[in-house]
């Protein structure tokens, strides 16, 4: 984690510009703990389903009046025109991290009811649950753990090489059981590993904080993402896709990290990961670079040797430099590498809720997906209410939830209502399709086209705007109120 300071900056500023939203109408805002165990399903035949929330907090994820699809009529203004025959790439899913600080305050902290209440709220499509899609998972010790520790630690002098001390038995206190409890209420629920830092023997400095890896351990790291993956399967928790390393181009003595120059995650790819699911047979994805929108001339370099963009599944990014332009970039050069963005947290350096509702729709959202991203992955699921349990790192950032230690209640930050606006309609496999350009003259906006059929609409406007959407020679219209985030969802047929 580091330059957080770019995001006070978007959010200082939006939060200057935005007014005050009014109420579209008087209809409750939907409350997670409480609505009724409905499941969002295909709306019917000429019939638009319509989901809001607001910058003041008077609706979140309400569902609204539905609209009607009518005949489509010529005309000027703000008019979204959705294409369903051209289709772009396909949604992987959304959510955040389950980092052990997480998976402790959900298992440990909360009672029995609780716990399965948050977890049918995040994990569910029922009633306010809003079905996470993908989680992110730390493999050993993030900046926010208990303690470090990875999966094959070892007295200071010693080495293990051939990974005989390697042992999962850490994670099956608090991660592997809540992620188990997440398949359970979320079958299709996908997961990725991602390492801080493997063991210290394999390093420089014999530290797990920083440093680089040493390259007679080449191999015996890529066999420790290995035995990752075979390790989870077995308490059944399959692994969908694996990054090299987290945030490679930044180290620090504060916690969990290590240095992996482009040219040595390109040679690392190529000669031992790749060549090492091959030989273990594995399907999990290889994902590289894992790092800030800023820094895109790293993944260039990684990809640019085509033995080993062979063992390449697609580039990480995360938020916290640059622009997600950069993704876009990217797309132009290897429009045949897949693109995820993996990364970002909320923080008190940025309190305010419309800002940050508006901020994280508008880029890691809707942008996002226009430069061709495949997932939006945010930090910490859960975070307590002094933002910990800390490993060092960031002192001050935001879970999409939080849980008071003391008290035990759950407070659903603005992250949980930008992450259900997607994975409560957006399925896994989604088409993301054309909705016209991005145009000042229009609110930000992007469309899917579901495995079932059902076409759905996110839109985000800081301030109030009419509009039109139009699709098939039939259209509806709707005024979204300033710091508005809408989602409509209507059958298609196709």
């Known amino acids: ?93 959304a959510g955040a991290s389950l980092t052990e600080s997480s998976a402790f305050l959900i298992m440990s902290v909360l009672d029995n009811q609780a716990r399965d209440e948050l977890m049918r709220n995040l994990f569910s499509r029922q009633g306010g649950g809003i079905g996470l899609s993908y989680l992110r998972q730390p493999m050993g010790a993030s900046d926010f753990a208990l303690d470090d520790y990875t999966y094959d ?111 040595a995650q390109q040679a690392f790819v190529r000669d031992y990961l790749g060549p090492a699911f091959e030989k273990a047979g594995l399907s999990t994805r290889i994902l590289v670079f894992d790092h800030n929108w800023d820094m895109v001339d790293y993944p260039l370099e990684v990809v640019a040797d085509p033995a080993a963009a062979a063992y390449i599944d697609g580039v990480a990014f995360h938020c916290y430099g640059g622009d997600v332009t950069a993704q876009g970039r990217f797309h132009e050069q290897y429009p045949q590498m897949d693109i995820w963005f993996t990364e970002c947290s909320g923080g008190e350096w940025a309190p305010g809720f419309a800002s940050n509702l508006s901020w994280n729709v508008r880029n890691l959202v809707i942008e996002n997906y226009r430069n061709w991203g495949k997932s939006t992955l945010l930090w910490n699921l859960a975070l307590d209410e002094k933002a910990g349990p800390q490993n060092g790192g960031c002192g001050n950032c935001r879970g999409v939830v939080t849980i008071d230690q003391a008290t035990g209640q759950v407070t659903y930050n603005e992250e949980f209502y930008v992450l259900g606006h997607v994975t409560k309609f957006v399925d896994p496999g989604a088409y993301r399709v054309d909705s016209g350009p991005s145009d000042y003259r229009l609110p930000s906006q992007v469309a899917f086209l579901n495995p079932d059929g059902s076409l759905v609409l996110i839109v985000q406007a800081d301030a109030a705007v009419r509009f039109e959407v139009s699709w098939n020679g039939q259209s509806f219209s709707y005024q979204l109120p300033s710091a508005g985030v809408a989602t409509f969802k209507w059958n298609a047929g196709q």
């Open 153 to 263: 630690d070892q007295p200071a002098g010693q080495t293990d090489p051939d990974l005989s001390d390697f042992s999962i038995n850490r994670d099956q206190k608090y991660v592997l059981p809540a992620l188990r409890a997440a398949l359970a209420l979320n079958p299709q629920l996908r997961i990725m590993g991602s390492p801080w830092s493997p063991p210290a023997w394999m390093k420089k400095n014999n530290q797990l904080h920083g440093s680089e890896l040493l390259p007679e351990f080449y191999q015996a790291f890529a066999d420790y993402h290995v035995k990752f993956v075979q390790a989870y399967a077995a308490e059944g928790v399959p692994i969908d896709a694996v990054t090299v390393q987290n945030e490679p181009n930044y180290a620090t003595g504060g916690y969990p990290s290590m240095l992996m120059p482009a040219k």
């Open 1 to 93: 984690m580091k330059n957080l300071a770019v995001l006070t900056l978007f959010t200082l500023l939006l939060a200057a510009c935005a007014a005050a939203p009014t109420p579209f109408n008087s209809q409750t805002p939907m409350n997670p703990t409480k609505s009724p165990q409905t499941q969002v399903s295909t709306p019917a035949p000429g019939q638009v389903e319509v989901w809001l929330t607001l910058g003041n907090e008077s609706k979140k994820m309400s569902h609204e009046a539905p609209l009607a699809l009518s005949a489509a009529q010529p005309g000027e203004g703000a008019r979204i025109e959705i294409n369903t025959d051209l289709r772009y790439q396909q949604f992987e899913g």
